[in-house]
């Protein structure tokens, strides 16, 4: 019965840790975001999430956003197939390179894509030409999110395919069926779940995304500010109402991305149960 | 099999001088092999000995470094798997995990746009064949192995194919279910009469379901054979050692009525080569029988083995249940009728002489 006792008193320590540690780490700021966003009253926090600026900062989360989970669910899609149905040389490198914006500090992946297309790079002539803008405007921006997003999707996907094996496709390809309906109807429902939960990974990612886009933005207002960036921007600027209020949009927009997210893995397990 | 035989035998599939490399693995070396229509054919080796991927060439799911493989006449290295008419059966079955019974079975017609009558029609009358009716709504996961099994073997016949190649159809089924579904499957395939060719380790397995066994080893055609020539007439050192449950022994013509055929020679002994009597019990072999000891009594449910020492070697041998019971310790007689004499690369089976004097007696 001691074992038992020991036990006990292991499971409520743990227990009580980890919920003191999400109330400390979470549940706090959370709250503290809000109350600070509410606490000139409602019209004045409106008034902050309606103001054009934050918007338009706003639409261009969602832009970028939307290019980094549409890029990477397509680079994923053919990294993640590859790596998995094929044996080629480099492919060790292939792999570990997908992994790198994971370890790279986003700023440093900033300061690449600068460099890359800047004013003192080779390429600048070239992009001047045809009056490509990238850094310092909304491609840059764009650019700097499916960097440091893109080892998401693919991540989740080389898993799964590697754990399915080729039987299936194989047999699906002997009795005739092309590449693509083997794709539509063979790999794609084995991985549906594992990419979309990929997605979502992505999407809060790119969503939340500072370092490196702050080094592309240079942060013209209405123009190359993320919602991170208009945030700090407020911050910066004491404007402590706004700039909760604009994180209380963030927070919103991850809170539905966490819900899909519990979703998601819900109806995947679902799956697996029935069809393990 | 030579050259002749195989223009005599008119091959449905054929594979004249196959070899096939995977790095510094020869998978096939120089195989040839002919297959005539509506044989069932089992080919049978050990891991890594190239059956597999025999199958697999044969299927087009892998190609050919050099050799032709030859399906119905025609020369089909450079057509498509799917176009070559095979079924393949895979040792995981690979059913499709994420559509229903009914879809897996229909997915070779719907590929090739056969029209929806025809399909259901086809898809009901497999799954009457294989006794899954009823379980057409059912998926992958919610079948027991055998009818996972039987359903992968109806999906492969579904497009009605003339070739039908099952790799190690019945590996991942337990021991009771096994016996069914050999049985099963040989009797289905027979009644179809479509050419069939299957991949297994399981000797027990080739023997009881193949009309006749390729026997691989080390990515060549050790001997192709009737499973009764296998057993009885072995033509290499492996199939004689592979076949059976064999024993080596030196020094083999310290048995009565036994030769040696030379230095170097050792011979191969089954225990169905070998008789145990109880003293007084033997009346036939009484003069000619051994003198053995009995060390060990195994009970192998439908029969009992009997490992005995003769001359410092032990044999076994099995026994009838139903025979008076032998303790160990016990002397008996035992009688040797024959053993097979490895002589290099040569085999010659060796019988024992007294049965010829015996026969002249009688």
Request: charged fraction near 20%.
């Amino acid at each position: 019965m001691r074992l038992r006792k020991e036990n006990a008193v292991l499971k409520w320590t743990l227990i009580i840790t980890c919920e003191l540690f999400l109330a400390l780490f979470l549940i706090l700021p959370l709250v503290f975001i809000l109350e600070t966003a509410f606490a000139q009253g409602l019209a004045a926090y409106w008034n902050s999430i309606t103001d054009q600026y934050a918007i338009k900062a706003a639409l261009l989360t969602l832009k970028a956003t939307l290019w980094a989970v549409g890029v990477n669910t397509l680079f994923g899609l053919s990294a993640a197939w590859c790596i998995t149905k094929f044996a080629f040389r480099g492919k060790k490198i292939i792999s570990t390179f997908i992994d790198l914006p994971v370890t790279v500090s986003p700023i440093i992946a900033g300061l690449i894509y600068v460099l890359t297309f800047g004013r003192q790079s080779f390429l600048f002539p070239l992009l001047d030409k045809y009056d490509i803008e990238i850094i310092f405007a909304a491609p840059g921006i764009i650019l700097a999110t499916i960097f440091v997003t893109f080892p998401f999707i693919s991540r989740e996907l080389i898993p799964v395919l590697t754990a399915q094996g080729f039987d299936e496709e194989e047999a699906a390809a002997l009795m005739g069926a092309r590449t693509w309906t083997i794709f539509r109807k063979v790999t794609l429902p084995h991985v549906k779940w594992a990419l979309l939960y990929g997605v979502v990974l992505c999407t809060a990612r790119a969503m939340g995304e500072f370092g490196a886009v702050s080094v592309l933005s240079g942060h013209l207002r209405g123009k190359t500010n993320t919602l991170p960036l208009y945030i700090e921007l407020l911050y910066q600027g004491y404007d402590f109402t706004g700039a909760f209020a604009a994180s209380s949009i963030l927070v919103v927009l991850t809170i539905v991305v966490l819900v899909l997210r519990v979703w998601l893995e819900g109806r995947g397990n679902k799956d697996l149960d029935i069809l393990k | 099999m030579s050259q002749a035989d195989n223009e005599i035998r008119d091959a449905y599939v054929e594979l004249r001088g196959v070899n096939k490399r995977f790095g510094d693995f020869y998978a096939s070396k120089n195989v040839n092999i002919s297959i005539p229509k509506g044989r069932l054919v089992g080919l049978l080796g050990s891991s890594g000995s190239g059956k597999t991927t025999i199958l697999r060439m044969i299927a087009g799911l892998e190609t050919p470094d050099s050799g032709e493989i030859i399906i119905d006449g025609r020369v089909v290295n450079d057509i498509p798997g799917s176009e070559r008419g095979v079924g393949f059966v895979f040792q995981s079955y690979a059913l499709f995990r994420y559509m229903t019974v009914y879809d897996n079975i229909a997915f070779g017609l719907r590929v090739k746009k056969v029209d929806a009558a025809t399909i259901d029609k086809r898809v009901r009358e497999l799954l009457k064949l294989i006794n899954c009716e009823g379980l057409d709504e059912r998926f992958p996961s919610q079948l027991s192995g055998g009818q996972r099994q039987r359903v992968a073997f109806a999906r492969a016949l579904a497009p009605n194919p003339q070739l039908l190649l099952l790799d190690e159809p019945f590996a991942a089924i337990d021991a009771k279910v096994r016996l069914e579904l050999r049985t099963w499957l040989r009797n289905m395939i027979t009644q179809l009469g479509i050419t069939s060719i299957f991949v297994t380790h399981d000797q027990d397995e080739a023997i009881e379901v193949a009309d006749e066994i390729i026997v691989t080893n080390q990515g060549q055609i050790e001997q192709t054979g009737t499973p009764r020539e296998l057993y009885v007439n072995p033509k290499t050192p492996f199939v004689a050692s592979f076949i059976g449950n064999t024993q080596p022994v030196a020094n083999y013509d310290r048995f009565r009525y036994f030769d040696s055929l030379g230095a170097g020679t050792r011979a191969i002994i089954r225990p169905e080569f070998v008789a145990v009597f109880k003293k007084g019990e033997n009346q036939r072999f009484v003069k000619s029988a051994e003198q053995g000891v009995v060390e060990d009594v195994i009970f192998r449910g439908s029969n009992l083995e009997i490992k005995t020492r003769i001359h410092d070697v032990v044999i076994s041998s099995t026994r009838s249940i139903n025979d008076s019971i032998l303790e160990p310790g016990e002397p008996v007689d035992v009688f040797i009728y024959r053993l097979i004499v490895v002589d290099g690369d040569k085999i010659v089976v060796q019988n024992n002489k007294s049965l010829k004097e015996e026969s002249v007696f009688i």
